[in-house]
């Protein structure tokens, strides 16, 4: 806005300069290409902007996603050790999930975080066809009180991966809509990716807590 406010005063004062001395022909050409000038700079600052604050709240959104990612991956290890204590015989399933949170916690973009989050999805969700076979681990306190604490992050996970791709959208139209375009590319402003799922991962791992005990 103070940029807008210096133009504004500058052009004014010139304009009335001009009128002091008496425009000519000439000078009515230069203002109105200085006005034309005036109303770029400020349709590009704005533009410019809107594209900050529109990539701020792309970034605030996936930092949600980051924290109920974190928060699964919190909840593994003691998945892992408990699920161990009754199925050590499981030990292929188990390194699976082990080795998938490890890809998670080094992947650094979003696209290697979707990808590192999807290879997780799938483990987990061939452990928990595992346990299936294991009535006294569904019988476990502590393990129906982690798959209830896993179940309630993957549907907030569900829920913040809404939220980003619906703000990705919004963000990817204003950089490919023309003139917004031109500035886009020449301040460095990109397409951002959508946090994808695979169809198996959109089904919440779910543990049978029936009657086989």
Same mark, same amino acid.
């Not at 590319?185 to 951002?192: L, M, R, S, V, Y």
């Given at each position: ?58 970034? +605030? ?103 980003? +791709? ?5 963000? +990817? ?41």
């Amino acid at each position: 806005m103070n940029l807008f406010r210096a133009w504004f005063v500058l052009v004014s004062r010139y304009i009335i300069l001009m009128k002091k001395r008496g425009s000519t022909l000439k000078n009515k050409g230069l203002i109105a290409t200085i006005i034309v000038l005036v109303l770029f700079v400020i349709y590009g600052v704005s533009s410019y902007n809107s594209l900050v604050s529109a990539e701020e709240d792309v970034d +605030n959104k996936f930092s949600q996603i980051d924290n109920q990612l974190k928060r699964r991956s919190d909840l593994i290890p003691n998945l892992v050790e408990t699920v161990k204590g009754y199925a050590k015989h499981e030990q292929e399933a188990i390194d699976s999930v082990t080795q998938a949170r490890a890809q998670l916690a080094g992947a650094k973009t979003p696209e290697d975080k979707a990808d590192a989050n999807q290879q997780l999805s799938g483990a987990l969700n061939r452990l928990l066809v595992v346990v299936e076979k294991y009535p006294d681990l569904k019988a476990n306190e502590n393990f129906r009180s982690l798959m209830d604490s896993l179940e309630g992050t993957e549907n907030r996970l569900a829920v913040a991966r809404k939220d980003y +791709n619906d703000e990705v959208a919004k963000y +990817n139209k204003s950089v490919k809509r023309f003139p917004k375009s031109i500035l886009a590319g020449t301040f460095g402003f990109e397409k951002k990716p959508y946090f994808e799922v695979t169809n198996e991962e959109k089904e919440v791992p779910k543990v049978d807590f029936g009657s086989d005990k």
